[in-house]
T-cell receptor, first 115, second 119 residues
Framework: AQKITQTQPGMFVQEKEAVTLDCTYD???????LFWYKQPSSGEMIFLIY??????QNATEGRYSLNFQKARKSANLVISASQLGDSAMYFC????????????FGKGTMLLVSP | GAVVSQHPSWVICKSGTSVKIECRSL??????MFWYRQFPKQSLMLMATSNEGSKATYEQGVEKDKFLINHASLTLSTLTVTSAHPEDSSFYIC???????????????FGEGSWLTVV
């Protein structure tokens, strides 16, 4: 079974609108971390936001916020006031923090922001 | 579904030795593979892009003689850290682009990463 599921292959949003990118995860480890990365066409991976499984509050970083619903095992990324430069591939990832844990990525969502 | 297998998941080596990390696409042909290194504060730095049968393209600041990348076949790329030093200790992760023509074409899949500790 997939550990990280991103069900939206592509999303369109108009500039200045908010957009939510979905991510659900599967783990039996009580301690884990959830990440969102942005990948522009250059291939680099830009870290956006992190949520720990024990964090009480949803993470926020500027225009990015993470809608963390632990019981539903979802960690959706919300981008407010979209900008043209937000057009990129977005990956959700999870690290289970037991031992030498690995980093598991979803398949990504391509976001296109239109003027 | 498509899977990228990275091996080993973790390795400890002595300073001065070399260590090889493999990245395999298990059920698709990966025309392009990418190698990343994760730094503190979670950022993933692109080290190099490798295309099957040709030399890897290294990002600025990455020593090509230290981080040898070989993409000998459409399903395998290797990263060899030569003369490893403690500062090379990090989490290395690869990704592979599905070169197929079908609906999965151009999709990028990630390996689960490899922890390298140099002592």
């Amino acid at each position: 079974a997939q550990k990280i599921t991103q069900t939206q292959p592509g999303m369109f949003v108009q500039e200045k609108e908010a957009v939510t990118l979905d991510c659900t995860y599967d783990t039996s480890d009580p301690s884990y971390g959830l990440f969102w990365y942005k990948q522009p066409s250059s291939g680099e991976m830009i870290f956006l936001i992190y949520q720990g499984s024990y964090d009480q509050q949803n993470a926020t970083e500027g225009r990015y916020s993470l809608n963390f619903q632990k019981a539903r095992k979802s960690a959706n990324l919300v981008i407010s006031a979209s900008q043209l430069g937000d057009s990129a591939m977005y990956f959700c990832a999870m690290r289970e923090t037991s031992g030498y844990s690995t980093l598991t990525f979803g398949k990504g969502t391509m976001l296109l922001v239109s003027p | 579904g498509a899977v990228v297998s990275q091996h080993p998941s973790w390795v400890i080596c002595k300073s001065g030795t070399s260590v090889k990390i493999e990245c395999r696409s298990l059920d698709f042909q990966a025309t392009t593979m990418f190698w990343y290194r994760q730094f503190p504060k979670q950022s993933l730095m692109l080290m190099a892009t490798s295309n099957e049968g040709s030399k890897a393209t290294y990002e600025q600041g990455v020593e090509k003689d230290k981080f040898l990348i070989n993409h000998a076949s459409l399903t395998l790329s290797t990263l060899t850290v030569t003369s490893a030093h403690p500062e090379d200790s990090s989490f290395y992760i690869c990704s592979a682009r599905d070169g197929g023509q079908g609906t999965s074409g151009n999709t990028i899949y990630f390996g689960e990463g490899s922890w390298l500790t140099v002592v």
